[in-house]
């Protein structure tokens, strides 16, 4: 028969509970704090049997109630006496004594302690079982004091009892629902042996459960206790063999290495994730343990729903299989398919997606493949070298499906490779194509008698001139040179030097081009060069450095092949062209630049003296050593001496140490040193240093990439306990103070392994000084202060080294949260960099943002739509006059044209401080004055009164607009104001521009005077010949002072002339006002000194005719 505990959880683990077990539950204690039942299932009694569970302190129902109550109240000595003490089951309250202390205990529970408790703390249940194989071995007192030191931690009930069938013991614990599971947790922890669990999982997702910094895996520990070791790769037996091969090099090869170098050779092997395990070991009790298990499969089934695989791909398949399995990309088409082409040195193709799919379009892929395979053949056919290199390939493999490979080393002929049904179309392809070039071969070995040596060093000079292009532009051909290496110094063979000129044009083309070519060899004759061959070839990469700067300021050109050195000088162009290498002439030569370029030379032949050799005897294994994984510790060995100056070759069973003396010995000095540390640590050296633990994450970088590139530098294994073995448990809840270190072992050959540990320190060091700075700069200051393409603020990182960083202009995108160090808000910049950099840069960065705020007031401007181009000015100038000259910043807001007519004005933003604003605004006011206030004006005057408006030498017009308030004006301006068309024009507009004040007065002045002539009359005054001086008057003064102030014009006849009659010219009032002038003046007005003043009477009036004319 189940127990109580046992009945109790089967009905809580339902999907439906029954309200009247919680009821019953609620008032009952099914027993003590803990009971324990021992009977077999015959004897087990019911719960509701009052002789098996008697009430106490109440009578029995039957003759052996004493007894049984006795030996209840022995058996179940931890009752709960008083009045916290529950009432039996099947016993009414209320029939009790009102004394009785199981009563009271009763009405105090329904009347005053439940109801609370369901209003204010609501309590959950939860049972679970303890299977007897994970049961720690505990007497019945230390039983008992476990649970009811978990009862006081949790403030939780528990009950409990054993199933004598299963074995199996049973809990409810009744609590708050965090109480509850924290009391679950310790009762799981306590009672339970520890266990360790040990399950395989893909390599390859090593890191994803890890996580970036064990983010992944530290709170799988954190919430279930345990702690979690992730193994190394499990190898196959291949592997092993690898390994076992390269045994002896195994302490300096990287594992991941290796790891990596056979999976290239097995990519059939790998496209299953589960070929290559790592085991997983999780410690803790039963429960945390299976949970942490489950959580990592959760992310292992997560990784793995999706499967990348790959399928070899034989050579002569290759080409045809993006054609041939295009049907069934098209079949699969939620799945990738990465089909290399002809020309990838890729051999296998890349299936990714749904795991099922893929393994299914997999299995058709191969089948596919392999009928494929059966169909092709290759047919070889002759074709000359010269027209190999215009076989259409691509052509013809896309309409054809046939591949034309080119004969390899030790072959002739050219391949066809495909379905026999095709190859005889594409062959009728290719000589369709190639036919149409023509090819002449031009072997410039037979130039200059011959001279191998100095034609090689006259081709590669041509090619490197651009000669060679420049002649096939010209011809319109393709000129095809061997290329310098081929060509390099007294080792080579080659006995001709070959230009190809290949042409579709015609054979005059290829005559002109070699005609050409060879006019451009005669003229560099060797006569004309000096050849330098003592450089020893150890300085073969220095010469060029030595006198590259000597030959460009003598005008000089050369050629470095191999250790030879050729020199040429400049080269006069030939006039006539040669059909024959034989025909050249020998030109001047500058034997002084030659001489330059040569005594440059004299430190290279100087330090040849000191060079050196050294051998060291060595087995493979000791080669290996020194030459590390990649060549990581000898690029170490190295660096410790100056560049170019030392070169270690390595031979069967030597090392050959060549170069400079005291490099040699420095060379020789540290390898010996590293032969002897591999002996000293023959399972590799293996160091420690540490870090603080807030710049791991730093070292390790993101994806690992800071880590991996310190490997790959020093040829080091990098262990990092965070990251290499999973044990973050320790640090998984709680959070490393600044004073926390982490040891990070290096493992390796002994000089790379202090050198990567000297890196780190000096990174950690770095890293650690690293401070963040956060300040609050309004955002409307940001575009100003980082300037145009950011022109200030990388200033400032470059000077200070530091990194600025402003709030994304996309507040809302994800980019805010990308870096550590990103603003948090919109009106927040971050530097980061070192400590006292930082200082310095938020220094003045804080200056430049009090400037800005200085002279950042901003200020919105109305400009009318029709004044906007004067404002802008051509391409700008205005604008940027008035932004230069009061130190503004302008910005004009015209995102929307429609709006912009429909408003009639544009806004601009203007940006500086308050008296720059100020200023600037005033000229632009000025400017939108001048156009709101600009008129033109048209009046129609007879040209016949055009003369009177301009006067003697413009004074009239000048009067007219000075008295209008014109004459200051620029002279643009000014000469705008009033425009009489030119005489003979035939024009009678007058036309005036202007400011419109200005242009009305003018206007005014102009029909004024025009009414003026309009209404001027002429009169004709007798007055005698001998007073028409007095009208004069000394240089004509008298006359002007009448026609000034009666506004008339005096005709006055000329000496010569006996007419007396003086014509008056203006209005019929001012005429007679002038009439009465000349009366006065000419009244009683006779000679009275005879002669002599007649005398001087006719000169005065001689001098004022003369001034008349």
Same mark, same amino acid.
């Given at each position: 028969?189940?127990?109580?505990?046992?009945?109790?959880?089967?009905?809580?683990?339902?999907?439906?509970?029954?309200?009247?077990?919680?009821?019953?539950?609620?008032?009952?204690?099914?027993?003590?704090?803990?009971?324990?039942?021992?009977?077999?299932?015959?004897?087990?009694?019911?719960?509701?049997?009052?002789?098996?569970?008697?009430?106490?302190?109440?009578?029995?129902?039957?003759?052996?109630?004493?007894?049984?109550?006795?030996?209840?109240?022995?058996?179940?000595?931890?009752?709960?006496?008083?009045?916290?003490?529950?009432?039996?089951?099947?016993?009414?309250?209320?029939?009790?004594?009102?004394?009785?202390?199981?009563?009271?205990?009763?009405?105090?529970?329904?009347?005053?302690?439940?109801?609370?408790?369901?209003?204010?703390?609501?309590?959950?249940?939860?049972?679970?079982?303890?299977?007897?194989?994970?049961?720690?071995?505990?007497?019945?007192?230390?039983?008992?004091?476990?649970?009811?030191?978990?009862?006081?931690?949790?403030?939780?009930?528990?009950?409990?009892?054993?199933?004598?069938?299963?074995?199996?013991?049973?809990?409810?614990?009744?609590?708050?629902?965090?109480?509850?599971?924290?009391?679950?947790?310790?009762?799981?922890?306590?009672?339970?042996?520890?266990?360790?669990?040990?399950?395989?999982?893909?390599?390859?997702?090593?890191?994803?459960?890890?996580?970036?910094?064990?983010?992944?895996?530290?709170?799988?520990?954190?919430?279930?206790?345990?702690?979690?070791?992730?193994?190394?790769?499990?190898?196959?037996?291949?592997?092993?063999?690898?390994?076992?091969?390269?045994?002896?090099?195994?302490?300096?090869?990287?594992?991941?290495?290796?790891?990596?170098?056979?999976?290239?050779?097995?990519?059939?092997?790998?496209?299953?994730?589960?070929?290559?395990?790592?085991?997983?070991?999780?410690?803790?009790?039963?429960?945390?343990?299976?949970?942490?298990?489950?959580?990592?499969?959760?992310?292992?089934?997560?990784?793995?729903?999706?499967?990348?695989?790959?399928?070899?791909?034989?050579?002569?398949?290759?080409?045809?299989?993006?054609?041939?399995?295009?049907?069934?990309?098209?079949?699969?088409?939620?799945?990738?398919?990465?089909?290399?082409?002809?020309?990838?040195?890729?051999?296998?193709?890349?299936?990714?997606?749904?795991?099922?799919?893929?393994?299914?379009?997999?299995?058709?892929?191969?089948?596919?493949?392999?009928?494929?395979?059966?169909?092709?053949?290759?047919?070889?056919?002759?074709?000359?070298?010269?027209?190999?290199?215009?076989?259409?390939?691509?052509?013809?493999?896309?309409?054809?499906?046939?591949?034309?490979?080119?004969?390899?080393?030790?072959?002739?002929?050219?391949?066809?490779?495909?379905?026999?049904?095709?190859?005889?179309?594409?062959?009728?392809?290719?000589?369709?194509?190639?036919?149409?070039?023509?090819?002449?071969?031009?072997?410039?070995?037979?130039?200059?008698?011959?001279?191998?040596?100095?034609?090689?060093?006259?081709?590669?000079?041509?090619?490197?001139?651009?000669?060679?292009?420049?002649?096939?532009?010209?011809?319109?051909?393709?000129?095809?040179?061997?290329?310098?290496?081929?060509?390099?110094?007294?080792?080579?063979?080659?006995?001709?030097?070959?230009?190809?000129?290949?042409?579709?044009?015609?054979?005059?083309?290829?005559?002109?081009?070699?005609?050409?070519?060879?006019?451009?060899?005669?003229?560099?004759?060797?006569?004309?060069?000096?050849?330098?061959?003592?450089?020893?070839?150890?300085?073969?990469?220095?010469?060029?450095?030595?006198?590259?700067?000597?030959?460009?300021?003598?005008?000089?050109?050369?050629?470095?092949?191999?250790?030879?050195?050729?020199?040429?000088?400049?080269?006069?162009?030939?006039?006539?062209?040669?059909?024959?290498?034989?025909?050249?002439?020998?030109?001047?030569?500058?034997?002084?630049?030659?001489?330059?370029?040569?005594?440059?030379?004299?430190?290279?032949?100087?330090?040849?003296?000191?060079?050196?050799?050294?051998?060291?005897?060595?087995?493979?294994?000791?080669?290996?050593?020194?030459?590390?994984?990649?060549?990581?510790?000898?690029?170490?060995?190295?660096?410790?001496?100056?560049?170019?100056?030392?070169?270690?070759?390595?031979?069967?069973?030597?090392?050959?140490?060549?170069?400079?003396?005291?490099?040699?010995?420095?060379?020789?000095?540290?390898?010996?040193?590293?032969?002897?540390?591999?002996?000293?640590?023959?399972?590799?050296?293996?160091?420690?240093?540490?870090?603080?633990?807030?710049?791991?994450?730093?070292?390790?970088?993101?994806?690992?990439?800071?880590?991996?590139?310190?490997?790959?530098?020093?040829?080091?294994?990098?262990?990092?306990?965070?990251?290499?073995?999973?044990?973050?448990?320790?640090?998984?809840?709680?959070?490393?103070?600044?004073?926390?270190?982490?040891?990070?072992?290096?493992?390796?050959?002994?000089?790379?392994?202090?050198?990567?540990?000297?890196?780190?320190?000096?990174?950690?060091?770095?890293?650690?000084?690293?401070?963040?700075?956060?300040?609050?700069?309004?955002?409307?200051?940001?575009?100003?202060?980082?300037?145009?393409?950011?022109?200030?603020?990388?200033?400032?990182?470059?000077?200070?080294?530091?990194?600025?960083?402003?709030?994304?202009?996309?507040?809302?995108?994800?980019?805010?949260?990308?870096?550590?160090?990103?603003?948090?808000?919109?009106?927040?910049?971050?530097?980061?960099?070192?400590?006292?950099?930082?200082?310095?840069?938020?220094?003045?960065?804080?200056?430049?943002?009090?400037?800005?705020?200085?002279?950042?007031?901003?200020?919105?401007?109305?400009?009318?739509?029709?004044?906007?181009?004067?404002?802008?000015?051509?391409?700008?100038?205005?604008?940027?006059?008035?932004?230069?000259?009061?130190?503004?910043?302008?910005?004009?807001?015209?995102?929307?044209?429609?709006?912009?007519?429909?408003?009639?004005?544009?806004?601009?933003?203007?940006?500086?401080?308050?008296?720059?604003?100020?200023?600037?605004?005033?000229?632009?006011?000025?400017?939108?004055?001048?156009?709101?206030?600009?008129?033109?004006?048209?009046?129609?005057?007879?040209?016949?009164?055009?003369?009177?408006?301009?006067?003697?030498?413009?004074?009239?017009?000048?009067?007219?607009?000075?008295?209008?308030?014109?004459?200051?004006?620029?002279?643009?301006?000014?000469?705008?104001?009033?425009?009489?068309?030119?005489?003979?024009?035939?024009? +009678? =507009?007058?036309?005036?521009?202007?400011? &419109?004040?200005?242009? @009305?007065? %003018?206007?005014? #002045?102009?029909? *004024? /005077?025009? $009414?003026?002539?309009?209404?001027?009359?002429?009169?004709?005054?007798?007055?005698?010949?001998?007073?028409?001086?007095?009208?004069?008057?000394?240089?004509?003064?008298?006359?002007?002072?009448?026609?000034?102030?009666?506004?008339?014009?005096?005709?006055?006849?000329?000496?010569? +002339? =006996?007419?007396?009659?003086?014509?008056? &010219?203006?209005?019929? @009032?001012? %005429?007679?006002? #002038?009439?009465? *002038? /000349?009366? $006065?003046?000419?009244?009683?007005?006779?000679?009275?000194?005879?002669?002599?003043?007649?005398?001087?009477?006719?000169?005065?009036?001689?001098?004022?005719?003369?001034?008349?004319?």
């Amino acid at each position: 028969m189940p127990s109580p505990a046992e009945i109790i959880a089967a009905r809580l683990n339902r999907d439906s509970e029954d309200y009247e077990l919680k009821q019953e539950l609620e008032y009952k204690n099914v027993d003590d704090a803990v009971s324990t039942t021992s009977s077999t299932r015959a004897s087990t009694p019911s719960i509701t049997d009052e002789s098996a569970f008697p009430a106490l302190g109440m009578k029995s129902s039957n003759g052996s109630g004493a007894g049984a109550g006795a030996g209840a109240a022995s058996t179940h000595a931890t009752t709960n006496w008083g009045p916290t003490m529950k009432s039996p089951k099947g016993v009414d309250p209320a029939s009790l004594p009102s004394n009785d202390p199981a009563r009271q205990a009763a009405n105090v529970k329904k009347s005053t302690f439940y109801p609370k408790m369901r209003a204010h703390q609501p309590s959950v249940q939860e049972a679970f079982s303890l299977d007897i194989e994970d049961q720690l071995n505990v007497s019945r007192p230390e039983f008992v004091k476990i649970l009811t030191f978990v009862m006081q931690e949790t403030k939780t009930s528990i009950e409990c009892t054993n199933s004598q069938h299963t074995k199996k013991r049973t809990f409810l614990i009744t609590g708050k629902p965090e109480e509850v599971k924290s009391a679950k947790r310790l009762v799981v922890k306590k009672l339970t042996k520890p266990i360790s669990i040990k399950f395989t999982v893909p390599a390859a997702l090593r890191s994803r459960i890890i996580g970036q910094g064990g983010k992944n895996l530290k709170p799988i520990i954190a919430a279930n206790e345990v702690k979690i070791e992730i193994g190394e790769e499990e190898h196959d037996a291949k592997n092993e063999n690898v390994s076992t091969k390269n045994d002896e090099d195994s302490n300096f090869v990287n594992n991941k290495e290796q790891e990596d170098d056979e999976e290239e050779e097995e990519e059939d092997d790998d496209d299953d994730i589960f070929s290559k395990t790592i085991q997983i070991t999780i410690d803790g009790d039963v429960e945390g343990a299976k949970r942490a298990k489950s959580q990592i499969l959760a992310i292992v089934k997560e990784e793995t729903k999706n499967l990348s695989t790959k399928v070899s791909l034989d050579e002569r398949v290759k080409p045809f299989a993006i054609t041939e399995l295009k049907s069934l990309v098209d079949k699969y088409s939620d799945l990738d398919f990465s089909i290399p082409d002809y020309k990838s040195s890729r051999t296998s193709l890349l299936i990714v997606g749904e795991r099922e799919s893929v393994l299914e379009a997999k299995s058709d892929v191969k089948a596919a493949l392999e009928k494929l395979s059966k169909k092709i053949t290759v047919e070889e056919v002759p074709i000359p070298q010269t027209k190999h290199q215009f076989l259409p390939i691509a052509d013809v493999l896309e309409k054809c499906n046939v591949l034309i490979q080119l004969p390899k080393d030790g072959e002739q002929n050219v391949k066809f490779v495909g379905e026999k049904k095709n190859i005889k179309l594409a062959q009728d392809e290719a000589r369709k194509v190639t036919s149409q070039y023509k090819v002449e071969v031009l072997d410039m070995s037979k130039a200059h008698k011959g001279n191998l040596k100095h034609v090689r060093a006259v081709a590669v000079l041509l090619n490197k001139t651009g000669a060679f292009k420049e002649i096939a532009q010209t011809n319109d051909v393709t000129i095809h040179v061997p290329h310098a290496k081929e060509l390099q110094g007294e080792s080579s063979t080659t006995s001709s030097i070959p230009i190809q000129i290949v042409s579709k044009s015609g054979d005059d083309k290829i005559k002109a081009a070699r005609k050409a070519i060879v006019t451009q060899v005669n003229k560099i004759t060797p006569e004309q060069t000096k050849v330098i061959d003592d450089i020893d070839a150890f300085f073969q990469g220095k010469i060029e450095e030595t006198i590259k700067d000597v030959a460009k300021a003598e005008n000089v050109q050369y050629v470095i092949l191999g250790t030879t050195i050729t020199l040429f000088s400049a080269q006069q162009k030939q006039d006539e062209e040669a059909d024959d290498f034989d025909d050249f002439e020998t030109a001047d030569v500058d034997q002084g630049a030659f001489d330059k370029i040569n005594t440059a030379l004299t430190d290279l032949r100087q330090l040849a003296a000191k060079l050196t050799s050294e051998s060291l005897k060595a087995s493979q294994k000791e080669i290996q050593v020194v030459f590390g994984p990649k060549g990581t510790t000898l690029k170490s060995i190295l660096a410790s001496v100056e560049p170019q100056t030392v070169t270690v070759k390595f031979n069967e069973n030597l090392i050959n140490i060549h170069g400079i003396d005291s490099s040699v010995v420095q060379v020789k000095k540290e390898i010996e040193a590293v032969l002897a540390e591999a002996k000293e640590y023959p399972d590799g050296y293996s160091s420690t240093v540490q870090v603080p633990a807030s710049v791991v994450s730093r070292l390790i970088g993101r994806n690992g990439a800071n880590l991996n590139a310190l490997r790959d530098e020093f040829g080091v294994k990098i262990d990092v306990p965070l990251l290499a073995n999973g044990n973050v448990a320790s640090s998984a809840s709680h959070g490393k103070d600044d004073g926390e270190k982490v040891e990070i072992t290096v493992k390796g050959v002994k000089k790379n392994v202090e050198e990567a540990k000297a890196n780190i320190s000096a990174s950690a060091k770095k890293w650690a000084d690293e401070t963040l700075v956060r300040l609050r700069i309004e955002h409307q200051y940001h575009r100003r202060m980082i300037g145009a393409q950011g022109v200030y603020i990388n200033r400032l990182q470059d000077k200070y080294h530091v990194k600025i960083r402003f709030p994304s202009a996309d507040s809302s995108s994800s980019a805010q949260s990308t870096f550590a160090d990103a603003p948090k808000s919109k009106d927040e910049v971050t530097i980061k960099g070192p400590s006292k950099m930082v200082a310095k840069a938020e220094e003045e960065l804080k200056e430049l943002y009090k400037f800005e705020q200085e002279n950042g007031y901003k200020e919105t401007i109305r400009i009318p739509s029709k004044a906007i181009s004067r404002v802008i000015g051509k391409a700008g100038a205005t604008i940027n006059d008035i932004a230069d000259g009061t130190g503004v910043e302008y910005k004009f807001k015209r995102d929307n044209a429609a709006s912009e007519e429909k408003d009639g004005f544009v806004e601009v933003e203007l940006t500086g401080s308050k008296s720059a604003l100020k200023e600037a605004k005033a000229k632009i006011q000025e400017i939108i004055a001048d156009v709101e206030n600009f008129v033109v004006e048209t009046v129609k005057v007879d040209p016949k009164y055009h003369r009177d408006l301009v006067g003697p030498y413009g004074s009239v017009m000048k009067h007219i607009i000075t008295q209008a308030g014109g004459d200051n004006l620029p002279r643009q301006k000014y000469n705008r104001l009033m425009s009489i068309p030119n005489e003979g024009s035939g024009s +009678d =507009e007058v036309v005036c521009q202007g400011d &419109k004040a200005i242009v @009305e007065k %003018i206007v005014q #002045a102009i029909e *004024k /005077i025009v $009414e003026e002539k309009k209404a001027t009359i002429s009169e004709d005054y007798e007055l005698a010949k001998e007073k028409h001086r007095f009208i004069i008057g000394p240089g004509g003064s008298t006359r002007s002072e009448i026609e000034r102030e009666f506004k008339v014009q005096l005709s006055i006849p000329k000496r010569e +002339d =006996e007419s007396i009659v003086v014509k008056i &010219k203006g209005l019929p @009032e001012n %005429i007679e006002k #002038a009439k009465l *002038k /000349i009366t $006065e003046l000419t009244k009683d007005k006779e000679t009275k000194n005879g002669k002599k003043n007649k005398s001087n009477g006719e000169s005065k009036e001689k001098e004022a005719v003369e001034v008349e004319n």
